[in-house]
Structures are given as C-alpha cells and as structure tokens.
C-alpha cells in the first residue's frame, strides 16, 4: 500500500506546469513590463528634457517666466500619465531644474501580485557665457563693462573717433572670411557663416566700407517686423546681433599712434542694432546698439568673459 503511494505520479505533472507558468510569466514579465517601465521613463525624461531647456532660453529672467515655459513645454510633450512635480531656479538664476513622475499599469506582473508602479525623474539645463558662436556680424567691441539698454557705438564714422584699441585708420570692422567690401557686406547682412571661438585672433579691415555698411543695415532694419526696443525685442529680429568683445593682439600696450592689425577674442555681446533714422548713413557709416541680454544657440563653458549673451544645456 505504501508502495503504491510512493509510486503513483497522478497529478504531479499540473504542478510542475503550474510551477514552470509561475517562471515563466515571471520572465515575460521581465521583458514586457519592465521593458514598458523602462520606455516611460525614458519618454518622461524627454519631456522633462524638453521642458527645461525652454525653460533655459528665460534665463536669467524672473522665475515666473521660466516655471511657466517649463509647464508649457512639459504638457505639450507629456503623455496622460506624466505629471510635473516641481520646478527650481537656483539663486543666481543660471540653471532650471524639473522633477516629474508617471505611472505604469503592468500588463502580466499582475499575475505575481504586481499591478503598477511609479517612476521619478530629474532634468536640469543651465546657461553659461558663449564661447563659439557661427552668425557673427564683423564688427565688434573692446572688452569692458557693458551696461544693459545702453546704446554704444559698435563701428565709428570718422578717423576722429578711432578707438584707442585700434588706431587710426580703422572704423570698428573685422575680417571673417576675407577682406573686401563685398565679403563685409554678405557678413554683415547675414552673418559670418563659419564658427568664431574664444581666443580666436582676427585681422582688422581698413576703410570705412560706407556703403556695404548701409547696404548692412538697411537689409536688416528693412525686415524688422517687430518694432522692438532694448527692454521688448524679438530675439530672432534681424536687428539683434551678434558681435565679438576683443582685446588687441598686438602691440601689449597701444598708444594712439599705434595701428593695431589684429585683435583676440575674449567674449561675444549681442546688441540691438539701432534705426539712423534720418541721419546719411552712406557719409556717416556708423553703426549703434543697445547692449541686450539674451539666450542663443552656440557653444558655452568657462574661459569666456561674460557680457550678457549665454548658450543653453543640460546639466542632468
């Protein structure tokens, strides 16, 4: 009889095979579930990526500004299950930080008593001063301290007002790509095509280029659409631009007398180029800006001299 017990398999196969689902449901469950957790977390972490990089582009603007593009980006992007947890702007206003969660409904870990669960992530840009930029106008502006909103002349009209930088002879123009009026001209109206870095030395262009400069500025004035001024601007207007904040190459210490043929650069500064109004452009050949601060595309990092004008990135 006891024989008989020990021996008789009648049913054991069930087990085995309830066993072995048991196993397996677990490992499909591996596969699927935690596939699907780990594409929302993903799709959260772009959305969240997204966010703070519009967020970026108020830097360093009041925090109002950059919470509601973050809300804005992040619901454009965000599936039914996300949700933003919180936004932050650190002290100096440099960086912006976005924490958001999402639930996921698994399909066959409810089989093992697992029905959902939550992932959290963090995303972070900040901005730092340009570095290297490509859409430089060929002028530029000794390094100093630049005050917001002010109007500075960013190439001069006459010998008599040469910069002490410079020497006579020169109005304020730089060389990008070549010499020659009409090389000034396409750069000016749309900017220089190729990257300009930090430490960069650039050769400076001799004459006044009257005309390619009113040609410039007309071309650029002419598709302002947006009656900006220095505290309401558009800042993809043609009128604000991107020049280059330099120190001479050459000689150590310049005298008045000096004619400094190259120059180094130290930063970039972007203006909003002023209308000459009825002033003769062609005779004066002067170019004005109210110094802006503003976010744009480029390289940014340490080494650059901070005049305002910043790159966006993640940091997280």
Do not use: W
């Not at 390619?212 to 009656?227: E, F, K, L, M, P």
């Amino acid at each position: 009889m006891c024989k008989e017990v020990l021996t008789n398999r009648r049913g054991s196969a069930i087990i085995i095979v309830y066993a072995a689902m048991v196993a397996i449901i677990g490992f499909c469950s591996l596969v699927v579930d935690m596939g699907n957790l780990f594409l929302t977390k993903q799709r959260l972490n772009n959305a969240l990526d997204a966010a703070v990089l519009a967020g970026s582009q108020e830097l360093p603007d009041t925090v109002d500004n950059v919470q509601n593009q973050v809300e804005e980006y992040f619901n454009h992007n965000a599936a039914e299950n996300f949700s933003l947890t919180g936004v932050c702007v650190s002290d100096d206003h440099r960086t912006v930080t976005a924490t958001g969660q999402a639930s996921v409904e698994y399909f066959l870990a409810g089989v093992l008593g697992i029905t959902s669960s939550t992932v959290n992530c963090t995303a972070a840009a900040g901005i730092e001063p340009l570095t290297a930029v490509s859409g430089v106008v060929p002028i530029g502006i000794k390094q100093q301290t630049l005050l917001f909103n002010q109007k500075y002349s960013l190439k001069i009209s006459s010998n008599s007002d040469f910069d002490e930088y410079l020497g006579p002879g020169t109005f304020g123009v730089l060389q990008m790509g070549g010499s020659g009026s009409s090389t000034y001209e396409d750069n000016f109206k749309y900017g220089y095509n190729q990257k300009i870095m930090i430490g960069d030395v650039i050769y400076t262009e001799t004459g006044n280029k009257s005309g390619a400069t009113r040609d410039g500025i007309n071309y650029r004035v002419s598709q302002c659409t947006h009656a900006c001024t220095p505290t309401n601007f558009d800042p993809a207007c043609p009128r604000v631009i991107i020049i280059p904040v330099y120190e001479p190459a050459e000689p150590e210490n310049p005298t008045p007398d000096d004619k400094i043929t190259k120059v180094r650069i130290v930063g970039f500064a972007t203006f909003l180029m002023d209308i000459p109004g009825d002033k003769t452009v062609g005779n004066m050949s002067y170019v004005d800006g109210y110094f802006v601060q503003m976010v744009i595309e480029g390289e940014s990092g340490s080494g650059a001299v901070n005049q305002g004008v910043y790159a966006t990135g993640l940091i997280i």
